[in-house]
């Protein structure tokens, strides 16, 4: 294949990734925000979306769409509720600390990733797509006779792929609304404003606290649930989605959401051209150093404002 | 209307209120005399429920304020205009009454009211809070207290940093809510703006509760000035 398919085909793998990252991403951005804390288990949400993922689609059986589907819906309920319960017993009792969350989501992340592998196993596990056509990919080129359409050999991707970038940017979208046009989203960034401010008008902070994490926590496991027919179900899968959750967030700038979606979407396109032509770790380096220069550059991040 | 009974309060182990008593009535204007560091501030917080007591209770016409979470006591009709303004400054002027509507389930009636009493918050209702003057910022605070129609009205220096004109119509929100009955307790430094709005004048000194006497009687007893704020 010649470089011009070749790229196109990197920048859609690089799409596919970069719309799961969006959706990680913005679940961390999103708590840090509006809570301050900064979540270190979030990557374990996002493992316990894809074992929850593979539990409902092996206990359900059938046809993969039907296990698929439920798992859309059980996943991120399951997962935000479990991450409401660990506000409730365990950041609320701390009083919302910035250090003390760290170290007390130290512990939520070993005690899942521990629970995962007691439960789960240390196999990964496979969840079957729910469709997978093959979709072969045309390429312009420049002929004789002018431009003409080709169909290059191994120019490909699959429906399920695509499906899985739409299917970010329509709940991204989603959150989009939410935080915008909604008077949910109205509280929220109430209450990241000002947590007094917000109490002194009546909005229960501790119930926004728990919302939001669980909130959060449900689209690092939606997440996870798109991804996991790619990927395949891990109790260790939680590691990777967390480093580039918070290089994107820190690149995007700490509590923004357009600058998440963006950092996302740079990060992703990048991991994924980058690991297709060279190596994926040159591409780690490459996203590492670029958050290094962010944080001595603009240390607000991309969309991040000053400390006021 | 509100009665403050004993109250301890403070921050960790350092006490700052220390047995502080004082009652506000409905349609009246308590202001709270004191200097810098006195509690007046804290009295404020503890009020809201953001300071848990350390000892004694808050009271208004009966419901025990400080048994209750903080975010209930708004819902009892109590707006808190803190000093500073803290306004939601990355929302809107019309976004942050909002969030004072919704406080006790006002509708389009009270956003209405209020925007009469502030005509100038309706020329920046889509401008961001942070954005306004001092002023506006001012007007913004209280129309966002007002937005619950509160029983009971917290202000904690109004006044502060604003051009006459603009004290001037803060003066006047503040006695025509007295006149529609509404307790209003006032935190104020400038002695001038105390006398043109108090009818009584409480003093606290050192996290204790001092004299409360008519506003009248500040012009006429200096020593009674220079004792609790040494001016």
Same mark, same amino acid.
């Given at each position: 294949?010649?470089?011009?398919?070749?790229?196109?085909?990197?920048?859609?793998?690089?799409?596919?990734?970069?719309?799961?990252?969006?959706?990680?991403?913005?679940?961390?951005?999103?708590?840090?925000?509006?809570?301050?804390?900064?979540?270190?288990?979030?990557?374990?949400?996002?493992?316990?979306?894809?074992?929850?993922?593979?539990?409902?689609?092996?206990?359900?059986?059938?046809?993969?769409?039907?296990? *698929?589907?439920?798992?859309?819906?059980?996943?991120?309920?399951?997962?935000?509720?479990?991450?409401?319960?660990?506000?409730?017993?365990?950041?609320?009792?701390?009083?919302?600390?910035? +250090?003390?969350?760290?170290?007390?989501? #130290?512990?939520?992340?070993?005690?899942?990733?521990?629970?995962?592998?007691?439960?789960?196993?240390? +196999?990964?596990?496979? $969840?079957?797509?729910?469709?997978?056509?093959?979709?072969? /990919?045309?390429?312009? +080129?420049?002929? +004789?006779?002018?431009?003409?359409?080709?169909?290059?050999?191994? /120019?490909?991707?699959?429906?399920?792929?695509? *499906?899985?970038?739409?299917?970010?940017?329509?709940?991204?979208?989603?959150?989009?609304?939410?935080?915008?046009?909604?008077?949910?989203?109205?509280?929220?960034?109430?209450?990241?404003?000002?947590?007094?401010?917000?109490?002194?008008?009546?909005?229960?902070?501790?119930?926004?606290?728990?919302?939001?994490?669980?909130?959060?926590?449900?689209?690092?496991?939606?997440?996870?649930?798109?991804?996991?027919?790619?990927?395949?179900?891990?109790?260790?899968?939680?590691?990777?989605?967390?480093?580039?959750?918070?290089?994107?967030?820190? #690149?995007?700038?700490?509590?923004?959401?357009?600058?998440?979606? /963006?950092?996302?979407?740079?990060?992703?396109?990048?991991?994924?051209? $980058?690991? $297709?032509?060279?190596?994926?770790?040159?591409?780690?380096?490459?996203?590492? /150093?670029?958050?290094?220069?962010?944080?001595?550059?603009?240390?607000?991040?991309?969309?991040?404002?000053?400390?006021? | 209307?509100?009665?403050?009974?004993?109250?301890?309060?403070?921050?960790?182990?350092?006490?700052?209120? &220390?047995?502080?008593?004082?009652?506000?009535?409905?349609?009246?204007?308590?202001?709270?005399?004191?200097?810098?560091? %006195?509690?007046?501030?804290?009295?404020?917080?503890? @009020?809201?429920?953001?300071?848990?007591?350390?000892?004694?209770? @808050? &009271?208004?016409?009966?419901?025990?304020?400080?048994?209750?979470? =903080?975010?209930?006591?708004?819902?009892?009709?109590?707006?808190?205009? =803190?000093?500073?303004?803290?306004?939601?400054?990355?929302?809107?002027?019309?976004?942050?009454?909002?969030?004072?509507?919704?406080?006790?389930?006002?509708?389009?009636?009270?956003?209405?009211?209020?925007?009469?009493?502030?005509?100038?918050?309706?020329?920046?209702?889509?401008?961001?809070?942070?954005?306004?003057?001092?002023?506006?910022?001012?007007?913004?605070?209280?129309?966002?207290?007002?937005?619950?129609?509160?029983?009971?009205?917290?202000?904690?220096? =109004?006044?502060?940093?604003?051009?006459?004109?603009? @004290?001037? %119509?803060?003066?006047?929100?503040?006695?025509?809510?007295?006149?529609?009955?509404?307790?209003?307790?006032?935190?104020?430094?400038? @002695?001038? %703006?105390?006398? %043109?709005?108090?009818?009584?004048?409480?003093?606290?000194?050192?996290?204790?509760?001092?004299?409360?006497? =008519?506003?009248?009687?500040?012009?006429?007893?200096?020593?009674?000035?220079?004792?609790?704020?040494?001016?």
């Amino acid at each position: 294949m010649e470089f011009g398919p070749y790229l196109m085909l990197a920048t859609l793998e690089g799409a596919v990734s970069a719309a799961v990252l969006a959706l990680t991403a913005v679940g961390l951005s999103l708590v840090f925000g509006v809570m301050r804390v900064v979540n270190v288990a979030h990557g374990e949400f996002f493992m316990l979306g894809a074992v929850v993922a593979w539990t409902v689609a092996h206990w359900l059986g059938g046809h993969p769409a039907l296990g *698929f589907a439920l798992a859309l819906v059980v996943a991120p309920v399951a997962v935000g509720g479990l991450a409401a319960v660990a506000d409730w017993l365990v950041l609320k009792r701390i009083g919302y600390d910035p +250090e003390r969350t760290i170290v007390a989501t #130290i512990g939520l992340l070993y005690i899942i990733q521990q629970g995962a592998l007691m439960g789960f196993g240390p +196999e990964a596990r496979p $969840v079957e797509p729910p469709f997978n056509t093959r979709l072969a /990919l045309p390429w312009i +080129e420049w002929g +004789e006779e002018g431009l003409r359409l080709v169909w290059p050999w191994g /120019l490909a991707t699959t429906s399920y792929k695509l *499906f899985v970038i739409l299917a970010a940017a329509a709940v991204l979208l989603g959150v989009w609304a939410l935080m915008a046009r909604s008077r949910a989203g109205l509280v929220m960034q109430a209450t990241r404003e000002d947590r007094e401010m917000a109490l002194a008008f009546a909005i229960p902070v501790g119930r926004v606290y728990a919302g939001v994490f669980g909130l959060g926590a449900g689209l690092a496991a939606l997440a996870a649930v798109l991804i996991v027919p790619i990927q395949q179900a891990h109790y260790l899968m939680g590691g990777d989605p967390l480093l580039l959750s918070f290089i994107v967030v820190i #690149i995007g700038g700490l509590g923004s959401l357009p600058g998440t979606v /963006l950092a996302a979407v740079l990060i992703g396109l990048t991991d994924g051209i $980058v690991s $297709v032509f060279f190596s994926p770790t040159l591409a780690k380096i490459l996203a590492t /150093l670029l958050v290094a220069m962010v944080l001595v550059f603009r240390p607000q991040g991309l969309f991040g404002s000053t400390a006021r | 209307m509100l009665r403050i009974e004993a109250v301890d309060a403070g921050y960790g182990r350092a006490q700052v209120l &220390r047995r502080f008593s004082l009652e506000v009535a409905a349609g009246e204007v308590l202001c709270l005399l004191g200097r810098n560091g %006195a509690g007046k501030t804290t009295l404020m917080r503890a @009020i809201m429920g953001h300071l848990p007591l350390m000892g004694g209770a @808050i &009271r208004l016409e009966g419901v025990e304020l400080s048994a209750l979470p =903080p975010h209930e006591v708004p819902r009892q009709g109590v707006g808190y205009v =803190p000093q500073g303004r803290r306004l939601f400054g990355d929302l809107t002027v019309a976004q942050n009454l909002a969030i004072g509507l919704m406080a006790r389930g006002q509708g389009e009636e009270t956003r209405e009211w209020v925007l009469g009493l502030f005509p100038r918050l309706r020329e920046r209702l889509g401008q961001r809070a942070r954005t306004l003057s001092g002023g506006e910022q001012q007007m913004l605070a209280t129309a966002r207290a007002l937005c619950l129609r509160p029983r009971l009205l917290l202000m904690d220096e =109004p006044t502060e940093g604003l051009q006459p004109s603009m @004290i001037e %119509a803060i003066r006047q929100v503040v006695a025509r809510m007295r006149d529609e009955g509404v307790g209003i307790l006032l935190v104020e430094q400038r @002695i001038d %703006a105390v006398l %043109a709005i108090a009818d009584r004048v409480a003093f606290i000194e050192n996290g204790r509760g001092g004299e409360v006497v =008519p506003a009248e009687q500040l012009r006429r007893d200096h020593a009674l000035v220079e004792r609790y704020l040494g001016v």
